[in-house]
């Protein structure tokens, strides 16, 4: 995926908000790409430019299509975004049945991801018979079923609890190991960021552009111990130094909207 000059400019209230500056990135086939960046510095509005939720205001975006039956991309928000009306296992096999695969077809794609996240006892139950973080599996293996050239995550499990958290940070990197799919995923956290990505950039506060990138060079598959290790503290530390200044930025400038109000 290549992301060219890409910018954003909102237009509310006749007033301009530049949510991103000139933004140019090239993302790799199979490459696990994780965006880190103080509040408001425009991590969400880039993925929502890339999912094509939002047109960029200049600048394109170009993902290589290398089937022309999978679609582009999927995307999983912090909120959970599975339908309530229907069982885990439809709601898992919607993108395959909305493209047309055969209904078995689908059922089979979608039950072989729901025993990847786990879920396989709960294939008939509805979202409301489920804990958050088992919504949140049922739509990773959404994401995963739906089988994009580039799979789209927007802090998917902000809103777990911490052990849910560390759990499904280690279910989503196997599954990943398995499929290798190419992802683009947003996170506030940077001991998520060097646990799961091969390569972290760093966005400067309002408005969004790349500051830095740090390669992850640690071998997978990867496991929650590697957090323990001294060298996972120094690069998460590196990052964080990266990261300071834009999050003092940011809410400086957070503090002179509110004084504005
Ligand atoms: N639809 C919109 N209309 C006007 N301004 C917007 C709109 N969406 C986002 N913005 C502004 O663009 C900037 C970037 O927002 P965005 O949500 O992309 O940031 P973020 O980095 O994802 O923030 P957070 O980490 O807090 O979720 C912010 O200043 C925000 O107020």
Known sequence: MTISNVGKVFVSDNKLTTALTKTNLIVRDGEFLVIVGPSGCGKTTLLRILAGLETPSFGEVK???????????????QERSIFPWMRVIDNVAYGLRVRGVNRRVALERANEFIAKVGLTKFAQAYPHELSGGMKQRVSIARAFANDP????????????????KLLMQEELLHIWDENK?????????????????????????????????????????????????????????????????????????DGLYTNQE
């Open 63 to 77: 993902i290589a299509a290398s089937n022309s039956d999978r679609p582009l991309h999927s995307m999983v928000f």
């Open 149 to 164: 050239e580039v799979l789209l995550m927007d802090e998917p499990f902000a809103s777990l609890d911490e052990q849910t």
């Open 181 to 253: 799919k190419t992802v683009v995923y947003v996170t506030h956290s940077l001991q998520e960021a060097v646990l799961l990505g091969d390569r972290v950039i760093v966005l400067s506060a309002h408005p969004g552009r790349i500051k830095a990138e740090v390669t992850v060079n640690f071998p997978r598959p990867r496991y929650h111990q590697l957090t323990t290790t001294p060298e996972f503290y120094a690069l998460t530390s590196h990052l964080w130094e990266l990261l300071k200044d834009e999050v003092v930025t940011a809410n400086q400038l």
